[in-house]
């Protein structure tokens, strides 16, 4: 599992570092022919471009010469402080970190990394922010802590998102494709190696074509695919040949060994790990001599050589203790602990500086604005205060306006009402007076008439008798006339004065029957009494027997001979009710319309009997002033019925008889 970090670790390195001038023999010649071109062979103070040259320089030696890439590196760094190109500067510092990882030395590659991040993150450059994080994730990948590494890596995409770098999804890819091997999702794992080559393949990026390449050789060799192994690793050697890439030669070269050696043919085997393993001495690449002198020790013990692969065994044992003994390891992760510790105390300390920045900030905006919104709160109040009571002292005049418009109005209507009764009734007493002179005369000039015609002999005996007896009629009706006129003047004058007291109805209505009887049957006109036993009610005793008089004079005068008049009585709750009824000719609606509004109007009996125009609007008026009601209920031709109410009785535990 180590050699996959280590090749993923190599194949980050190549992405970080040569995906921008790949590290052809031909290139740091031209680099260098650049340098030499400016004017007098030196630098420009100012010209960022010859700091940029200096750290190309040193990224072309990597993997072939660690001092070359250490002069060039140093030289950058130093030319970008005394310019304050920070980029520049973080670039370097990354370079020589690059160098340090080259020849083993972890320790010093860490801080290289460490000063890189610190001015990246400073001058904010996310894509150099992304870069030194790969470092750093891949340095975890080599210690086997692969938590720290996904952490890191997904910082690393989410850089690449945010800086809208869509350059690195083949890096992503080939990322993706490292975890799902170490899981043992090895479809998974091939599916994103295959997707990171295509994508190189697309950028034109040949180096790092060649790289994923070599990746997707590791899944299919892990699958037990040797061939398919084989075939990828001879490609991207082809391509690293070509281009005199030496790391990537060595290290290709050991995988195509192991191909070899799974495939039990060890002559081929032997040959490319050999070649692989005097590379790496050659450059110094403590990394790719203990993965071949491994290659060599299997190779040698698969052919039963076992002397050669005790040989080889310890060499691979001498530079695995080199490189991973404890307490270079302890040394190693204490360092970027220390370094973790130390920038996430930063980060604490900065992001607590801004959260109580903040906070002072958000308090004092929570303290003005309770202040302004208590203030708000206080005027709106006092608005409100003010509206309520201006609205409620209108609502209060309005009110009392409402009132007073509501009496006026009142008292209007009933002045219109009076003033349309008074006229009303000066237009009756005007007529009724009128009636009444002229009834009046008639009677009196009748008598006249009589008594001139009988001091002058001039009638005959039968003809005095028939006017005595027209002149006894007069006298009769004028009689009627005078006696009803009294009473309605008295009530006009001096108002109505109501004595009420309990009356015994039946004897009332017998009392007055008894008066008609001879009238009656003059007209041959039955009177009857219907009265309930024990019926008394509470009532003036005049205005009542005024009442009955007229409604059975009324009914008398208006029943044909042979007729009926009927007087009914009856309790009905709290009130008495008496109807006079006759079988006479009956009335029109218009005579009853006129009743309805006490009008007083005069017509003639069935024996051309003259009314007084009084006596129902007597009875209308006695009625009600005794707490009561008078109606009329008539149809032309088939007779009337008179009703009117008075109180009941009272309890005898009140008033006595």
């Not at 691979?316 to 602990?337: G, H, I, P, T, V």
């Not at 309520?388 to 007073?404: A, F």
């Amino acid at each position: 599992m180590k050699s996959y970090c280590i090749a993923a670790w190599l194949m980050a390195f190549f992405l970080g570092i040569c995906s921008l001038s790949p590290a052809q023999s031909p290139e740091p010649v031209r680099l260098r022919a650049t340098i030499r071109s400016t004017p007098g062979g030196q630098p420009v103070p100012s010209d960022t471009a010859y700091v940029d040259t200096l750290n190309r320089l040193a990224r072309a030696y990597y993997g072939i010469s660690a001092d070359s890439a250490f002069r060039y590196g140093r030289a950058a760094l130093a030319f970008a402080g005394q310019t304050g190109y920070r980029r520049g500067e973080a670039e370097s510092w990354r370079m020589l970190g690059n160098t340090y990882e080259m020849i083993g030395d972890y320790v010093n590659m860490l801080g290289s990394y460490q000063h890189s991040l610190d001015i990246a993150e400073e001058i904010g450059n996310i894509s150099l922010i992304a870069r030194v994080n790969i470092n750093f994730a891949l340095f975890y990948k080599q210690q086997e802590e692969y938590g720290k590494a996904q952490q890191l890596m997904e910082r690393v995409r989410e850089l690449y998102r945010r800086g809208g770098d869509s350059t690195q999804a083949a890096f992503i890819a080939n990322n993706q494709a490292d975890i799902f091997l170490k899981e043992g999702k090895y479809e998974e794992a091939l599916q994103y190696a295959q997707r990171a080559v295509e994508s190189a393949r697309a950028g034109k990026d040949e180096i790092n074509t060649a790289m994923y390449n070599n990746e997707v050789g590791r899944i299919l060799a892990v699958k037990g695919d040797y061939k398919g192994a084989l075939g990828r690793y001879l490609e991207s050697l082809m391509y690293f040949r070509q281009r005199n890439v030496l790391i990537g030669i060595t290290e290709t070269k050991s995988l195509v060994s192991q191909v070899y050696l799974q495939l039990k043919d060890y002559p081929q085997a032997l040959e490319y790990a050999n070649e692989a393993l005097q590379e790496a001495q050659l450059i110094h690449r403590k990394p790719e001599i203990q993965r071949s002198a491994r290659v060599l020790a299997n190779i040698y013990e698969a052919k039963g050589d076992y002397r050669n692969s005790l040989r080889y065994f310890k060499l691979y044992k001498d530079y695995s203790d080199s490189l991973f003994n404890d307490e270079s390891s302890k040394q190693l992760m204490a360092r970027a602990a220390q370094y973790d510790f130390d920038k996430q105390t930063i980060r604490l300390r900065e992001a607590q500086a801004v959260k109580d920045a903040t906070y002072e900030s958000k308090l004092r905006r929570a303290t003005l604005e309770v202040t302004v919104t208590v203030v708000v709160i206080a005027l709106l109040s006092l608005l409100a205060f003010l509206l309520l009571r201006g609205r409620t002292l209108n609502r209060r005049m309005n009110q009392l306006l409402r009132e007073k418009n509501e009496k006026i109005e009142e008292q209007k209507e009933e002045l219109e009402h009076q003033a349309v009764q008074l006229l009303l009734s000066n237009q009756q007493k005007d007529k009724l007076f009128t009636l009444v002179a002229h009834d009046l005369r008639g009677s009196l000039n009748s008598l006249k008439v009589l008594m001139h015609f009988m001091k002058e002999n001039k009638i005959s005996e039968p003809e005095s008798r028939a006017m005595l007896n027209e002149l006894r009629l007069n006298v009769d009706h004028s009689s009627e006339l005078v006696s009803n006129l009294l009473v309605w003047a008295s009530s006009q004058l001096n108002g109505a004065v109501i004595v009420p007291v309990l009356l015994e109805m039946d004897e009332l209505v017998r009392g007055v029957l008894e008066l008609f009887a001879q009238q009656a049957k003059e007209k041959n006109v039955l009177l009857r009494m219907e009265m309930t036993a024990s019926l008394v009610g509470y009532a003036d005793k005049d205005m009542m027997l005024v009442v009955i008089r007229n409604l059975v004079s009324n009914a008398i005068k208006f029943s044909s001979s042979g007729g009926v008049v009927t007087v009914n009585g009856c309790r009905k709750a709290a009130e008495i009710e008496i109807v006079v009824t006759d079988s006479g000719i009956g009335m029109r609606e218009d005579a009853l319309e006129r009743i309805r509004r006490k009008e007083s109007f005069t017509s003639y009996g069935t024996n051309r009997e003259k009314g007084t125009g009084l006596g129902i609007l007597l009875c209308h008026e006695f009625a009600e002033a005794n707490n009561g009601r008078f109606f009329v209920e008539s149809e032309w031709g088939k007779g009337s019925r008179c009703y009117f109410t008075i109180p009941a009785a009272p309890s005898s535990s009140s008033i006595r008889l």
